[in-house]
């Protein structure tokens, strides 16, 4: 287990002190706080419009405008197809549009008058048909909303329906704001014209003191109190506390975080900030799980060494980055400081791949049948979870159905049900549990999540810990996040600690729980507790004090040459010597003993640190046979800085460490474009533009060359060829899971190198390609030569040397071709040998045999009169005995046809004729074996700057080149230096040996 990262969502970054106002109260008087003309009474204004003709269909978040100041009611069993419109039936009883509400559906208006008692609240409505609703008022205790009274229902048109509610001395809504809420119980009733109002009724006082009777008696349980006094000590006078504060009269701390109220509402109990208040009716004012006192900074670790440092109470997330203040103090980071972010190493106890947190197993095997109850008796039970005893008041219809964010599956929860999922895991003091999820279905239905524990039978909730989501679809899922750290002398240490999960109201659809513990070091050793369990225990979740007395930090658990602690830091395996199987140690890598070439750590996490293809043991020397074993550099693919890599090299038996000495390759193709349907043009054995898909079809739809990997291949329909080619008119394509394998008649010898290119064009997925063998009819894979390309747009590169022993020597040898994810489309296969030259002459041995039968020919020999050299023959893969007519060249423009039709698909180009615009002439490309198709493949020339007059350009072996010079550039200036300088493979350099002083221009010309 390494540490991860623990994506914290953007938290609000504050909340107001208090919210709502005590409107001034006179008695008698009446004062509107909803009507036409305040907050939107008659529902005339739409998206900050008033008498908008749009209509709209939800409360919140309707295309045409949020209803201002009307909100969708939590909890609702119906929460779309309900809003305002203008005019209709019923006709609007005031102004020009009125509400409709589905049945089920509900919403809300809050004001900002804070309740006082004595106040008497009307509300009023006009019902503009028969169909049944309901009104009533409702208050906000700390996020929740309240009935305040009864509603009042209606299933009759009538205008002025009304509703009173008085408040009396110690009614729990006193100190909360008012507002009214609006339900439909059948069909869809119109509303118009809401009205609430209040009047200040001033309570009986009979000791004339300013301090309402109720309000004493209440509170006090006489009438002996004065206005200034404060019998709680909290520096708040009576009177502050009935009128101002709304705090309790005979409580110093109201809402129980420790300080004062007096404090709290003057600041001076706010380290962070001194003279800003806190809530003193909240003992968490900014709702970060922090209370106001330990914002003063008791559970800081930060700064160290002291300790301390004081958060903001008034904002949840101090430092402005991605964790709250909480989740910082919980995960000992600074909330003082935003590049401080938490980074726990995590646990995981409930995941989609355990413990069923994404409900797709259901009696231990995938399900993907829906299930009404999460303990059915087998096959029917919901693996891991369990119906949540009296907590679930509704327990049947609620279980797992179709329909997840991941997998086929998710689970659901009628309104009133719950569940839980136990973990074995122990809660100890100061553990931080943390839980997400994703709420798919019920948008406006409340879903709780909380951690629970298991004291004997009895699944307890902590209700500190609880967190919702009320919001969400499959495609936008909504996002819900619990992180709770276990306080001292929680009742939960020492026992099992899950989640427990309930739904309000409505049928809720969730997926993907994921609840982990931050990894704790309870023994002190500097190594996380369920790390110890994992890699030094039986693994099994639950360290034990024995489990954790077993290793310590400093000691080296796999005798790697690093400590345990060392190996947590490099991210290397604590139980593995060698964690990336190179054969090095992880030490001597980290150290860099393992490196002879420099002595440099090299990467112990990776078995080719310079991704080179060739190993960090392998760059020690064990392939550089050929000069003495000497190691290559396992920090750099191209030791000697010649652009040729060390694999290259290695592979070829050039010197990877001489930068002069570079690989002569006379690659000979098996195949290609023109040589056993590398790039899927042919079928029946003749050109192809029809979608085949089978590799082996019967005539005429077979593919050639090509044939179906069985034993591989475990989808065989639906991969063979279609038409989008880069190269003709064809492309492969290879459903996941498909394989097909091209075999040549090539046989393997040690020491043989092949190459093999090819170009994935598109979809992303892996693509496997390998050399394999015919071994007695098995195809046979070699796994060592294994390359993959993964997206579109990637040109693969494979090459492999047969090394001694190897069982594919003396068997045929081809490539085999397989799919992981998508539809992979491919083309322009190309595999070839590296062929022995053993006279020197350019020509591969294999190729003079091939057809000749000795290796008498020589490069610039044209033994077919066709007047193409056996070199560009070679190149151009064509028959270089064919001498009656020009076969070669069919439209004798002097380049071979085959060679016109691999680049244009057809012999309409002419000799003289530049394809892609670069300057150099067609003839010119295919002599010096260029690519006509691309602009930066050209003729060109360089001078080396310098003393030394050299130049250096474009070359092939077996043509000549006329090299002159000049002083001018006038005409007749330029003299001859060599009129048939012969070229060399890729460029050929000349150096001038007796240069004139001053300018100097020089021409190459290449020679007919």
């Known amino acids: ?33 909803i009507d036409a003309t305040t907050r939107n009474g008659s529902f005339e204004t739409l998206g900050g419009v008033t008498a908008s003709t749009a209509k709209a269909t939800h409360w919140d978040t309707d295309p045409d405008g949020d209803v201002n100041d009307w909100t969708l009611f939590p909890g609702v069993t119906a929460f779309n197809d309900s809003g305002t419109e203008a005019g209709g039936n019923p006709v609007p009883s005031n102004g020009t549009r009125r509400a409709f509400l589905q049945n089920g559906n509900a919403a809300y208006n809050l004001t900002a008058h804070v309740i006082q008692a004595g106040d008497t609240f009307t509300f009023q409505w006009d019902a503009l048909n028969a169909n049944a609703h309901n009104v009533s008022l409702i208050y906000n205790n700390g996020g929740t909303l309240v009935p305040l009274g009864a509603p009042v229902a209606v299933a009759a048109i009538g205008n002025n329906q009304t509703g009173t509610v008085t408040i009396a001395p110690g009614d729990p809504s006193i100190g909360k704001t008012v507002g009214i809420k609006v339900a439909s119980t059948s069909g869809y009733p119109g509303i118009d014209n809401v009205r609430l109002s209040f009047t200040f009724v001033a309570p009986a006082d009979s000791d004339n003191d300013t301090l309402p009777d109720a309000w004493e008696i ?23 506390e009935l009128n101002t504060s709304l705090t309790h009269p005979a409580k110093f701390d109201t809402d129980g975080d420790t300080l004062g109220d007096g404090a709290e509402f003057n600041g001076t109990s706010n380290t962070f900030a001194p003279g800003t208040p806190t809530n003193p009716l909240l003992a968490d004012s900014d709702g970060d799980h922090l209370n106001d006192f330990e914002e003063n900074g008791s559970l800081n670790d930060f700064p160290l060494p002291a300790g301390g440092g004081a958060t903001n109470p008034n904002n949840a997330n101090t430092d402005g980055d991605i964790a709250t203040d909480y989740e910082e103090v919980a995960y000992h980071s600074d909330p003082n400081d935003p590049g401080s972010v938490p980074e726990p190493s995590l646990h995981d106890l409930i ?73 074995p895991s122990i809660a100890l003091e100061g553990s931080v549990y943390s839980c997400t999820w994703k709420q798919v279905t019920a948008a406006g239905s409340t879903l709780s999540v909380r951690l629970v524990y298991q004291d004997g039978a009895n699944i307890i909730a902590i209700p500190a810990s609880v967190a919702t989501t009320n919001t969400g679809t499959i495609a936008n899922p909504g996002v819900g996040k619990l992180v709770f750290r276990i306080p001292a002398g929680s009742p939960a240490i020492g026992k099992p600690i899950g989640i427990g999960v309930s739904s309000v109201a409505n049928w809720i659809g969730v997926d993907e729980f994921l609840l982990n513990v931050a990894d704790g070091d309870s023994d002190n050793d500097g190594l996380g507790d369920f790390f110890e369990d994992e890699f030094f225990g039986n693994n099994d979740g639950v360290p034990t004090p024995a489990e954790l007395a077993l290793q310590d930090a400093d000691d080296d658990f796999d005798n790697d040459g690093l400590t345990n602690a060392d190996e947590i830091t490099f991210g290397t395996l604590v139980n593995d010597n060698d964690t990336d199987n190179d054969t090095l140690l992880d030490g001597a890598e980290v150290n860099g003993t393992s490196n002879n070439y420099d002595g440099s750590p090299t990467n112990p996490l990776s078995k080719d640190s310079d991704n080179d293809g060739v190993s960090d043991f392998q760059e020690r020397g064990s392939l550089n046979t050929a000069f003495a074993n000497a190691p290559t550099d396992p920090n750099s693919a191209d030791s000697d800085n010649d652009t040729h890599s060390d694999r290259h090299e290695l592979a070829y038996g050039s010197n990877p460490n001489n930068a002069t000495s570079v690989p002569l390759v006379v690659p000979y193709f098996l195949i290609n474009n023109n040589r056993r349907n590398g790039s899927f043009e042919n079928r029946n054995g003749a050109p192809n533009t029809v979608k085949t898909t089978q590799w082996d079809a019967a005539p005429p739809a077979d593919i050639d060359n090509w044939t179906e990997w069985t034993g591989v291949s475990v989808e065989a329909n639906d991969s063979g060829v279609e038409e989008g080619g880069s190269h003709g008119a064809m492309r492969g394509f290879f459903q996941s899971g498909n394989a097909a394998y091209n075999l040549t008649d090539s046989v393997a010898a040690a020491g043989s190198v092949y190459t093999c290119t090819w170009k994935h064009i598109d979809r992303d997925g ?70 022995a030259d053993s006279d020197h002459d350019g020509l591969a041995d294999q190729w003079e045999m091939e057809y000749f039968h000795d290796l008498d020919e020589v490069a610039n020999g044209d033994p077919d009169g066709d007047t193409v050299s056996n070199i560009d023959e070679q190149t151009a893969g064509t028959d270089p005995t064919v001498g009656t007519g020009n076969p070669g060249d069919a439209d004798n423009d002097g380049m071979a046809d085959a060679w016109e039709t691999q680049y244009f698909t057809n012999t309409d180009q002419t000799a003289a004729g530049d394809f892609e615009g670069d300057g150099t002439n067609n003839l010119t ?12 493949s050209r003729f060109s020339a360089t001078a080396a700057a310098g003393p030394a007059r050299s130049i250096t350009w474009t070359s092939a072996v077996g043509v000549t080149f006329r090299i002159e010079r ?20 890729g460029t050929a350099t000349y150096t001038d040996p007796a240069p004139p002083a001053g300018k100097v221009f020089y021409k190459v010309g290449l020679n007919p």
């Open 1 to 33: 287990m390494k540490p991860r990262y623990n994506p914290f969502a953007k938290k609000s970054s504050s909340l107001a002190l208090v919210v709502g106002a005590i409107l001034p109260g006179v008695a008698g008087a009446q004062t509107f706080l």
């Open 218 to 240: 209440a509170n006090f349980n006489d009438l002996d109190e004065v206005a200034s006094g404060d019998p709680d000590l909290d520096g708040l006078t009576n009177a502050f």
């Open 351 to 423: 995941s989609n791949t355990l413990r069923n947190g994404s409900f797709e197993l259901r009696n231990g095997a995938p399900n993907t049948i829906k299930t009404t109850t999460w303990d059915a008796a087998a096959p029917n039970d919901i693996d891991n979870w369990t119906e949540w005893t009296g907590v679930s008041v509704v327990a049947d219809n609620s279980g797992v159905e179709g329909g997840g964010s991941h997998g086929a599956m998710r689970g659901y929860f009628r309104g009133g049900n719950a569940a839980y999922n136990m973990t």
């Open 766 to 835: 892996i693509l496997g390609v390998q050399l394999v063998y015919n071994n007695n009819g098995t195809i046979t894979p070699i796994p060592a030569s294994l390359a993959t390309t993964t997206g579109a747009n990637q040109t693969g590169d494979l090459v492999y040397r047969i090394p001694v022993g190897s069982p594919a020597i003396g068997k045929a040898i081809g490539i085999g071709v397989s799919s992981s994810g998508g539809y992979l489309q491919v083309d322009e296969f190309a595999l070839s040998i590296v062929a």
């Open 925 to 936: 490309e295919f002599r010096l074996g260029l690519d006509p198709t691309n602009g930066n």
């Open 966 to 985: 000049s002083t001018s550039l006038n005409a007749g200036s330029w003299t001859d230096l060599d009129a048939a300088f012969p070229g060399t493979a």
